[in-house]
């Protein structure tokens, strides 16, 4: 597989070219990497008008990842996660468009819909799995699409987080089938799974159906913190306005265009375009590794007394519910996130030995976990009083969230990680919702500033 940005890139370094042009720091080091950070020179393509290298990488990863099409993005899945409901809409010109959406979205979607005016049917998770969790099922889904075409709608698409950050999966096969029964779009937030599809049984949503997914490639795998994909699936074709590959590449930089700078990282292009190379010739091995080293690591830590979730192959999540003695803290490992109920940890196979050897260490060597009863933290019901733009659009105050029960949420109300809002703007908050922002130590509130929508 070739690399043409790293290629161009690194002659261009070379050339010793007077750089007459942005960005400021003319390649001189600083940090490091400054002499392959350059602008849209000649030869270097565009990436929301690309027809050169660009183009040329991306079509790279789009065969190395089985879509119809792939568009890079140098700003995360918060632009993708935004540019996906763009093309879900349908381009069309349609207002106010219907989306029914997994509870645990991240605040990228709240924003992508509020660009839309999209009116929002929320589902719930038949298990309580805290603000992270969300796991649909398709008879759930069944259920909501029957109820929204029996009222006369169709809506333009079904929105799921999976993996989420817990590593909770869905069964992207079976929501896909009934999404299409039903004549919508599948749209998944796949930012934590971008290895799926290099597994040795490949899981990622493109290959059990979803229609639209963005992967955060920094996430997962050796890519610059910003890397991300947006892929439309072949299965796609023929809808949406979406004909052939042609009309999901155009399209799909259409969208992106609409929330992207106009001055993308040409190290993170470089970084994704490397990165083709690396799931041609090494994901596959490194990643057989790197999940049966760690499904040993996980029976070691239940033998060890700690209770783990089911998740996505490269998570560790322990679930510290009801935990009744010490909270695990090492010192010399990080963890990905904590919210006094999950602990989640990530590998990729660019950990080492001794990232294995800590973690076990720090869980199998040091006094047992002894586990009591715990209350559910309540999943708090929407209720909408204006749709989200309007929410976000109104004069707001920020107040106490203790004060804010029956005040109507303005901005997202989110702790960042998983930045997935309790509260969403237009609607009003309830006890249960200020009980959950005081969990997550989320002391203050936007609200609309006279209550009133
Ligand atoms: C579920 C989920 N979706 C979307 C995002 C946004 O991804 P990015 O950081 O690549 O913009 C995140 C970020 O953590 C996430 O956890």
Not at 38 to 64: H, K, M, P, V
Not at 117 to 127: F, I, N, S
Not at 205 to 222: E, F, N, R, V
Not at 257 to 268: D, E, K, M, N, R
Request: proline share 5%; glycine share 8%.
């Amino acid at each position: 597989m070739n690399t043409p940005v790293y290629d161009f890139l690194k002659e261009y370094e070379k050339s010793g070219t007077a750089r007459l042009h942005m960005p400021g720091h003319k390649g001189r080091m600083m940090l490091g990497p400054e002499s392959l950070d350059i602008t849209e020179i000649r030869g270097a393509d565009s990436l929301y008008e690309a027809c050169g290298i660009i183009a040329e990488s991306e079509e790279n990863a789009s065969t190395l990842f089985g879509s119809l099409a792939t568009a890079y993005s140098t700003e995360g899945s918060t632009q993708c996660v935004k540019a996906m409901l763009c093309l879900a809409a349908g381009f069309n010109g349609q207002e106010g468009p219907l989306l029914l959406a997994a509870r645990n979205a991240h605040k990228s979607f709240v924003y992508g819909a509020a660009f839309l005016d999209a009116r929002v049917r929320w589902l719930y998770g038949e298990e309580n799995m805290g603000l992270c969790g969300c796991r649909i099922t398709p008879k759930a889904l069944e259920s909501a699409l029957k109820e929204a075409y029996r009222a006369g709608e169709k809506p333009a698409g079904v929105y799921v987080t999976s993996p989420d950050y817990l590593g909770n999966m869905c069964d992207i096969k079976g929501l896909s089938e009934v999404a299409h029964r039903y004549g919508t779009l599948l749209l998944v937030d796949n930012a934590h799974g971008a290895y799926l599809h290099f597994l040795e049984k490949p899981v990622h949503p493109l290959d059990l159906g979803a229609d639209i997914c963005c992967d955060s490639a920094h996430k997962t795998l050796p890519v610059l913190t910003g890397g991300a994909y947006l892929h439309v699936s072949k299965g796609t074709a023929g809808r949406q306005g979406i004909q052939n590959r042609e009309e999901a590449y155009r399209l799909a930089k259409q969208a992106l265009a609409v929330f992207g700078s106009t001055s993308p990282s040409y190290l993170t292009l470089a970084s994704l375009d490397l990165c083709n190379e690396y799931l041609e010739n090494k994901a596959k091995d490194e990643l057989k590794d790197t999940v049966k080293r760690l499904d040993a690591l996980r029976e070691s830590i239940k033998e060890a007394g700690y209770r783990i979730l089911p998740t996505d192959p490269l998570k560790v999540t322990l679930d510290l519910r009801g935990l009744k003695t010490a909270v695990p803290a090492g010192k010399d490992l990080e963890y990905e996130f904590y919210d006094g109920e999950f602990m989640v940890f990530m590998f990729t196979g660019n950990n080492t030995e001794r990232d294995f050897a800590l973690l076990k260490n720090l869980l199998c060597s040091g006094e047992r976990p002894q586990y009591g009863t715990f209350e559910h933290l309540p999943v708090p019901a929407a209720k909408a009083v204006t749709t989200i733009r309007k929410g976000i659009l109104a004069q707001s105050e920020r107040i106490p969230s203790k004060d804010s029960a029956g005040r109507i949420c303005a901005a997202p109300t989110v702790s960042c990680p998983p930045a997935v809002p309790v509260v969403f703007p237009g609607e009003e908050v309830s006890a249960d919702a200020v009980a959950v922002m005081q969990k997550y130590n989320i002391e203050t509130i936007s609200v609309i500033k006279d209550g009133r929508g």
